[in-house]
């Protein structure tokens, strides 16, 4: 929606307040945090004038209700008009901290605010009667909605598309997600537009993504990863090949993941204490989700002369063994001397 440069959102709430009795014009001030950014609580305000907290709401109500006379909310109208619409493409849903952030810059694009838009976008959505707040819970972020009948549709959809990422039980790209979540939209006779889509996902607690932008359940490690070690099975899975520790450490810092430097020798420490890794070399580390086996050089052999019907050949024992770790012919060749494990038939080897 086009508006007027001149017609600046946050000079005529200004003068707006200026309307009010000079108590309510410092309780909205305070409460929205219109001066300094900083929004006050009602016992705090209570405290300042000497009243109860319940007398501050009762100044908050009347004073918002003032704002609401016709010919004061009329100046308001393109502001409040910006927001509905900006809403209603996202499928008349917003998650707040989107709304009062970055949506706010791109609404009020042609405006710059001298202080942060969000006390004057919140105050906006306080005083129009086409918004209402959903709050914070332990599964939902708070969000507006233009259109309060969506919202439980919404949150089905949305759950939906938890339990299919729960079953596919790895991290997808955006595409993949958009694409789920446009079914689970479709049942619900919900917009599926991909801006709409990705509003409805945002509200959600549950569902996150990454830094290489992948999604999945906001407890996985692949998508939240919490110690080294998790940091360091997201980039090995994400450079789908075995790594040497320094060179995990380097993916793990160039990833943005390490709020310190991550060294070499704290990666190694915690890499060989967890089963997801396979130490496949000298200080190189492979995953067990890509078929890798710990143990030592006589263990990968003996499981590959276990897993074998017939005997092995030296040859099949060695291309066996440089499937499972990055080291030397003679390596292999020394441990298969091992005459405890290891007995050589007219066939081949076999285990003793």
Do not use: C
């Amino acid at each position: 929606m086009n508006m007027s440069a001149n017609n600046h959102p946050q000079k005529v709430i200004t003068n707006l307040i200026n309307n009010l009795s000079p108590k309510q014009k410092d309780v909205i001030i305070k409460r929205f945090g219109l001066k300094d950014g900083k929004r006050r609580t009602l016992e705090a305000i209570g405290d300042e004038h000497g009243i109860t907290r319940e007398r501050v709401r009762q100044i908050e109500e009347d004073a918002l209700n003032n704002l609401r006379k016709p010919q004061l909310i009329s100046q308001l109208n393109e502001f409040l008009n910006a927001l509905q619409s900006h809403i209603e493409n996202h499928g008349n849903i917003k998650k707040e901290d989107s709304l009062l952030g970055k949506d706010a810059h791109t609404i009020f694009a042609q405006h710059k605010f001298t202080n942060h838009p969000k006390p004057f976008i919140h105050l906006l959505l306080a005083l129009g009667k086409s918004f209402e707040r959903h709050n914070e819970t332990k599964d939902w972020h708070s969000f507006w909605t233009t259109d309060k009948s969506t919202v439980a549709n919404v949150k089905l959809a949305v759950s939906a598309l938890h339990e299919k990422l729960k079953n596919h039980n790895q991290p997808v790209d955006k595409e993949t997600l958009i694409g789920f979540a446009r079914d689970f939209a479709k049942q619900k006779n919900l917009s599926t537009t991909d801006q709409a889509l990705a509003s409805y996902i945002s509200t959600s607690k549950n569902i996150n993504s990454n830094v290489f932008e992948q999604y999945g359940l906001a407890h996985w490690p692949e998508i939240n990863p919490r110690g080294m070690k998790d940091k360091a099975y997201l980039v090995l899975k994400r450079l789908n090949k075995p790594l040497h520790v320094m060179q995990v450490a380097s993916e793990i810092e160039k990833a943005g993941l390490a709020k310190k430097q991550a060294h070499p020798q704290t990666v190694h420490n915690e890499l060989i204490k967890d089963s997801r890794f396979v130490l496949v070399g000298r200080g190189t580390y492979a995953l067990t989700d890509w078929g890798y086996v710990p143990g030592t050089i006589k263990d990968v052999i003996a499981k590959s002369l276990s897993k074998s019907p017939k005997p092995l050949s030296k040859e099949e024992i060695v291309s066996a063994v440089l499937d499972q770790r990055q080291v030397k012919e003679n390596t292999i060749l020394l441990n298969l001397q091992n005459r405890k494990l290891f007995k050589k038939t007219g066939e081949g080897y076999i285990l003793a």
